[in-house]
């Protein structure tokens, strides 16, 4: 039974971390003010009737710290991959010169970087709620042991552990917020 315990406790901190990770891939997809390959993963094109991602059918590189390149595998997808980014509605103007795609990156704006902070701040909201769940049935289940024989001081010690595993993930959380809030407001 004891054993149990500690299986629910690794389960809880892998979903855990599971979470901290999806919030930092989300949080990769919002723009700093730098050019980042991952600003245009949402992007999908036409590409033999089937949509696909855009870096499935060509490269995607910085140029440097305020522009992308963008490098079709196949020439004809030039046309398609250029609508693709204007139907993304990124608010990204892209440069096709016939060989390849640039993007140039404006600087951000303060009213934008505040927006942009108000996202990362759900984001992380949305992360926490995640952690808080997942800590709520861990305990539940914890609880569903005590029931079935598990000491009373072994349930309120995983408890204990699961409080503190929750409140060092939050903590996580709000460092990897504020190091995000840090870099978009960085001009």
């Given at each position: 039974?004891v054993d149990?315990?500690?299986?629910?406790m690794?389960?809880?901190?892998?979903?855990m971390q599971?979470a901290l990770?999806h919030?930092?891939?989300?949080l990769?997809?919002?723009?700093?003010?730098?050019?980042?390959?991952?600003?245009?993963?949402t992007?999908?094109?036409?590409y033999?009737?089937?949509?696909?991602?855009?870096?499935?059918?060509?490269n995607?590189?910085?140029?440097?710290?305020?522009s992308?390149?963008?490098?079709?595998?196949?020439?004809?997808?030039?046309?398609?991959?250029e609508k693709?980014?204007?139907?993304?509605?990124?608010g990204l103007t892209?440069?096709?010169n016939?060989e390849?795609?640039?993007?140039?990156?404006?600087?951000?704006t303060?009213e934008r970087?505040?927006a942009?902070v108000?996202?990362?701040?759900?984001e992380g909201?949305i992360?926490?709620v995640?952690i808080r769940?997942?800590?709520?049935?861990?305990?539940?289940?914890?609880k569903?042991?005590q029931?079935q024989g598990?000491?009373?001081?072994?349930?309120?010690?995983?408890?204990?552990?699961?409080?503190?595993?929750?409140?060092?993930?939050?903590?996580?959380?709000?460092?990897?917020?504020h190091?995000?809030?840090t870099?978009?407001m960085?001009v």
């Amino acid at each position: 039974m004891v054993d149990d315990i500690k299986l629910y406790m690794d389960d809880a901190k892998e979903r855990m971390q599971k979470a901290l990770v999806h919030l930092e891939n989300e949080l990769v997809k919002i723009r700093a003010g730098k050019a980042s390959p991952a600003m245009l993963e949402t992007v999908t094109v036409e590409y033999y009737g089937a949509k696909v991602p855009l870096n499935q059918v060509a490269n995607i590189n910085t140029a440097d710290a305020r522009s992308l390149v963008i490098q079709p595998w196949e020439k004809k997808m030039i046309d398609v991959i250029e609508k693709a980014i204007f139907a993304a509605n990124l608010g990204l103007t892209p440069i096709n010169n016939g060989e390849v795609i640039r993007i140039n990156i404006p600087p951000l704006t303060e009213e934008r970087r505040l927006a942009l902070v108000k996202q990362v701040k759900h984001e992380g909201e949305i992360a926490k709620v995640s952690i808080r769940n997942i800590r709520r049935e861990t305990i539940d289940e914890i609880k569903k042991l005590q029931k079935q024989g598990v000491a009373e001081d072994e349930v309120k010690h995983a408890e204990e552990e699961m409080q503190k595993l929750t409140e060092n993930f939050t903590k996580k959380v709000d460092d990897i917020l504020h190091h995000k809030e840090t870099e978009i407001m960085a001009v």
